[in-house]
Antibody, heavy 119, light 105 residues
Framework: EVQLVESGGGLVQPGRSLKLSCVASGFTFSNYGMNWIRQAPGKGLEWVAYISSGSSYIYYAETVKGRFTISRDNAKNTLYLQMTSLRSEDTALYYC????????????WGQGTLVTVSS | DTVLTQSPALAVSPGERVTISCRASESVSTLMHWYQQKPGQQPTLLIYLASNLESGVPARFSGSGSGTDFTLTIDPVEADDTATYYCQQSWNDPTFGSGTKLEIK
């Protein structure tokens, strides 16, 4: 059974940093591109970042470019999102999601970890 | 960014057929996908590449369209289909529609 388990969320002050993790199991993690997708409370879905299976290709949404860094450790089956210079508008439930091939759809999602940016 | 427009809400009775539409601001070929999100849960994939049913998803769900106009159809609708449905394009940087909240009367 595919499982994606996020952690690392919490309450953080504006301007501070936070690092999210997503541990994968039930599939060959190193073969799949991975994404972070977020959902502000009561709002829709927003793609945040993508990393290819071997970390060769990395893309960010314009709203987080220069502040967030996506990375992965295939030996540990773990995806990361380092978030710096956090703003109130970054408050959201952050999901990790696996991507199947080059088609660009998100086959599996974790349950999410909540990040709240507030003073 | 490619903007995806969905109607905000629909209400139907069990057993009926419902169509949920998604219009893209530019052509995305068939790089359109559909998700279901029930309250308090993560989204789950229903349809990929416009018309392909994800494994394990009931055949009551189907997708169609290409270019800028896409449709998710549920036939027949069941009470358990109460959820918000999102379209997502992968022609360029992924974007999602704002979601269609489906209420079962």
């Amino acid at each position: 059974e595919v499982q994606l388990v996020e952690s690392g969320g919490g309450l953080v002050q504006p301007g501070r940093s936070l690092k999210l993790s997503c541990v994968a199991s039930g599939f060959t993690f190193s073969n799949y591109g991975m994404n972070w997708i977020r959902q502000a409370p009561g709002k829709g879905l927003e793609w945040v970042a993508y990393i290819s299976s071997g970390s060769s290709y990395i893309y960010y949404a314009e709203t987080v470019k220069g502040r967030f860094t996506i990375s992965r450790d295939n030996a540990k089956n773990t995806l990361y999102l380092q978030m710096t210079s956090l703003r109130s508008e970054d408050t959201a439930l952050y999901y990790c999601a696996s991507q199947t091939g080059s088609g660009g759809w998100f086959a599996y999602w974790g349950q999410g970890t909540l990040v709240t940016v507030s003073s | 960014d490619t903007v995806l427009t969905q109607s905000p809400a629909l209400a139907v009775s069990p057993g009926e057929r419902v169509t949920i539409s998604c219009r893209a601001s530019e052509s995305v070929s068939t790089l359109m996908h559909w998700y279901q999100q029930k309250p308090g849960q993560q989204p789950t994939l229903l349809i990929y590449l416009a018309s392909n049913l994800e494994s394990g998803v009931p055949a009551r769900f189907s997708g169609s369209g290409s270019g800028t106009d896409f449709t998710l159809t549920i036939d027949p609708v069941e009470a358990d289909d109460t959820a918000t449905y999102y379209c997502q394009q992968s022609w360029n940087d992924p974007t999602f529609g704002s979601g269609t909240k489906l209420e079962i009367k």
